[in-house]
């Protein structure tokens, strides 16, 4: 029972961090750019298609191969922020509708490169941590964890302690303001886009060898990364990157001991709760709304 | 002239808020724009500091254009703006809201030094360093405002109605305070519904009347005013 209990502890920390990395990264474009981007699922997917390319396609090494698939997606964020946002920016429901169009391009793109089917990778390695005969963790698994700790921690930092991270969070909190202090939006904004852009890309490189890639593999982000911008959605960028790791780790823990339709009840649960405590927590700070 | 604001206009979609309106601030004095609900202060103000694109007119900051500049470009030039409601930003710290000032400067150890004499000025903000700008009260916040303006080591300070919402004591110190910072050599705009005020503190007004310059004089002579005292003055 320990054993099990143990075992499916580790299957949720491992699910639950690139969950964050993904949810994390629409809940900084969101605090920053105001836009939900609905093609945040697809830049997870386009990650992974970086590592059918180059890795399981062109033996480039697994880890410079990540580190590709995230310099690809984060380009893909400022491509997204360059030709949708920035041109729709006065219009509330613009960059949305853009980021669904955008969402279908990424899809016929990987169907037309790649074709429908599951591309099968090769395994990373094959190694095992077992902890008992019962309790074992994968170390491609384990690359995810470590990864999603790193990356986490250093976004935290640099919001905390730098001051380009100020300059982000005075941005989500409030743009203008921002302006009068000499921050750029545009450039604030570049930045949220490329750092959440390049977070979904990498969670989806580190995840591709152990996940059936295909071209609606994004899909199943969505509704999560619904509920995680309304549950995180409550001003501060920190406050909302809390929410959505703690909101990744309760769904993925349900889902792990229980079911994935428990999960969602209970996600949709807290996202109820939150509401009716904070109504704010829907569109950000309240000034914002 | 540090400041001069010539013939300006600014409209919102096909609605004119303002119509040629001229401001011109002189090295050192304190210049006050005050005027009724709606009049368009806020809007005069928002053009000087590059947050609305103006229509017509020119505006100049020691010689140089900057009407086309957007608003971050126009703090590098040396005009800070604290805006209409303090606009702080409310889930930062009140050390991180200051930092956020001087996000511009590079030069490190005057920047502490800065930090230090606004620190001394309001002893309230140092107290409360590390506490959310949120949690904060109008006055406390207001000085925040003020605080975080001048990080930036601005050469001109604009001020949109910092009387806002504060008890008369609380008036009172901001009052102080501006005239405090302007005897330290910073000139000053300041926008104002609390005309009394406004007038007592000021070289010189302007007043507007529904987005037209309905007079302007040494801030004296407009108190003594038949029109100002019965219109603004409630006397
Ligand atoms: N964003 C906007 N869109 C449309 N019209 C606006 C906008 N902001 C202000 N106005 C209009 O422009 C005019 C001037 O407004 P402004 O805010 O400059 O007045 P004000 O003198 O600052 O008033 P108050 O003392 O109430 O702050 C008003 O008629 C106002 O309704
Ligand atoms: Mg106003």
Known sequence: MLDLLAQTGLNAVYAASYISLVAVGLVLIFGVMGVINFAHGELFMAGAYAIVALYAGLNVPF????????????????????????????????????????????????????????????????????????????????????????????????????????????????????????????????????????LAGIAGALTAPLVSVNPHMGHSVIVTAFIVIIVGGVGSLEGAIVASVAYALVHTFVTTFWDGVLADIVGLSLMLLVLIVKPTGLFGSADRA | MLLEMKNIAVNYGKINAIRNISVAVPEGKIVTIIGGNGAGKTTTLRAMSGMLPITAGEITFEGKRIDHLPAHKVVANGIAHVPEGRRIFPDMTVEENLRTGAFLRKDKEAIEADLEDVFKRFPRLRERRTQMAKTMSGGEQQMLAIGRALMSKPRLLLMDEPSMGLAPVIVEEIAQIVEEINANGLSVVLVEQNAELALELADYAYVLETGNAAMEGPADELHGNEHVRAAYLGL
């Not at chain 1, 380009?75 to 429901?93: S, T, V």
């Not at chain 1, 990987?110 to 077992?130: D, K, N, S, Y």
């Not at chain 1, 700790?149 to 380009?164: D, E, G, M, N, P």
């Not at chain 1, 409030?174 to 000499?182: K, M, N, T």
């Open chain 1, 63 to 198: 880890f410079l191969a990540v580190a590709a698939g995230l310099l690809f997606v984060g380009c893909l964020g400022l491509l997204m922020e360059k030709a949708l946002f920035r041109p729709l920016k006065d219009n509330p429901l613009g960059g949305l509708v853009a980021s669904i169009g955008f969402l279908m391009i990424l899809q016929a793109l990987a169907v037309m490169g790649f074709g429908v089917r599951m591309v099968h990778i090769p395994p990373v390695t094959q190694e095992v941590i077992a902890f008992s005969e019962k309790v074992r963790l994968p170390v491609a698994r384990l690359y995810v964890i470590i990864a999603a700790i790193v990356l986490l921690s250093a976004l935290w930092y640099f919001l905390k302690r730098t001051k380009f991270g100020w300059a982000l969070r005075a941005s989500a909190q409030d743009p203008e303001a921002a302006a009068l202090q000499g921050i750029s939006i545009t450039q604030t904004a570049r930045i949220a886009m490329f750092i959440g852009a390049g």
